[in-house]
């Protein structure tokens, strides 16, 4: 049974940071492209950021702030989140695709997601 776990989500003050961390039962890890989205209240299910062998994609809004990465040897990925905003706060969710080159914004093309983890930015 395959099982993504989130951790490291919380309540943090604006400015400040925080590292979540994936971790994945999936025996051909480093054949997936993973991915980060976030809910907020209300809204849909966004797209936040992705790593592939091609490398890194972000979503405008967390460019220079966020940084994916990946240990293939942990079946881990990460994403470090520094210079928190308050319009950060949301339910992270970690995913991961088949088509482990290229990589997709888009959540229905992902196979398997986590349960979730809270990050909170207080203003």
């Known amino acids: 049974q395959v099982q993504l776990v989130e951790s490291g989500g919380g309540l943090v003050q604006a400015g400040g940071s925080l590292r979540l961390s994936c971790a994945a039962s999936?025996?051909?890890?480093?054949?997936?492209?993973m991915g980060w989205f976030r809910q907020a209240p209300g809204k849909e299910r966004e797209f936040v950021a992705a790593i592939s062998w091609s490398g890194t994609v972000y979503t405008d809004n967390v460019k220079g702030r966020f940084t994916i990465s990946r240990d293939n040897a942990k079946n881990t990925i990460y994403l470090q989140m520094n210079s928190l905003k308050p319009e950060d706060t949301a339910v992270y969710y970690c995913?991961?695709?088949?088509?482990?080159?290229?990589?997709?914004?888009?959540?229905?093309?992902?196979?398997?997601w986590g349960q979730g983890t809270q990050v909170t930015v207080s203003s």
């Open positions: 999936l025996r051909t890890f480093s054949s997936y492209a």
């Open positions: 995913a991961a695709d088949l088509a482990g080159w290229t990589i997709t914004r888009s959540p229905s093309e992902y196979h398997y």
